[in-house]
């Protein structure tokens, strides 16, 4: 117990002799450890980031009206068998009227005209999502061909294309996640250089 208190006793001791090396050397690794959370949140934050984005990149392919659901879906299975597409969203008809209603709300002279229709004028829709951001183009053209999808099953498509605003964000992402680690092991190397001038120090101090 004695020899416990007298190492107590003696770190304190030492500590307040070089206590602004002592702070130095707390704040150091304090903002060390910050960098490496920030690095991990920054990391975390930006792949969720990356993936909602891709959702949000895909073709719209309109179905014609005429088209049964049978077809839609068999049409549906034949675009899922592609190499280059990821998943395939498909919507009724009806589905697409209601979201033509909600979208348009505010727009009350689209919304009497559509009303006043007896019939629901539109088609299914179908959304489809290549594996890889680079495959769109691909996909676009291949979706085109007629040997692949037959002429007048498709009123038209829709590429919902934020490709350059996800490489804009990758590039920011890369650039900070680099800086971030770069931060990280200037912190790492400077805490251990004063770590190690410390130890000298103390056993300097102890050896006088």
């Keep these: ?108 002279e689209t919304v009497k005209a559509l009303k006043s229709i007896d019939a629901n004028p539109f088609g299914f829709v179908l959304k489809v999502t290549a594996k890889r951001l680079e495959d769109y183009p691909r996909l676009y053209a291949e979706l085109s061909d007629p040997h692949f999808v037959p002429e007048g099953v498709i009123e038209r498509k829709n590429f919902d294309d934020r490709s350059d605003a996800l490489k804009r964000f990758s590039a920011l992402e890369h650039s900070v996640r680099w800086g971030m680690i770069g931060l990280v092991a200037f912190f790492a190397l400077l805490s251990l250089f004063v770590v190690f001038h410390t130890i000298r120090m103390a056993i300097y101090s102890k050896r006088e």
């Design 1 to 108: 117990m004695s020899q416990l208190f007298r190492l107590i006793k003696a770190m304190f001791v030492h500590f307040w002799r070089n206590a602004w090396l002592s702070m130095i050397t707390i704040l150091i690794i304090f903002f060390a450890s910050l960098a490496l959370h920030l690095l991990f949140v920054t990391s975390a934050l930006a792949d969720a980031t990356a993936t909602f984005l891709r959702k949000k990149v895909d073709i719209a392919l309109y179905l014609a009206p005429s088209l049964t659901a049978d077809d839609a879906m068999k049409l549906q299975e034949k675009i899922k068998t592609s190499s280059l597409v990821d998943a395939v969203v498909a919507s009724t008809p009806d589905e697409v009227y209601t979201e033509f209603l909600k979208r348009y709300e505010r727009e009350s």
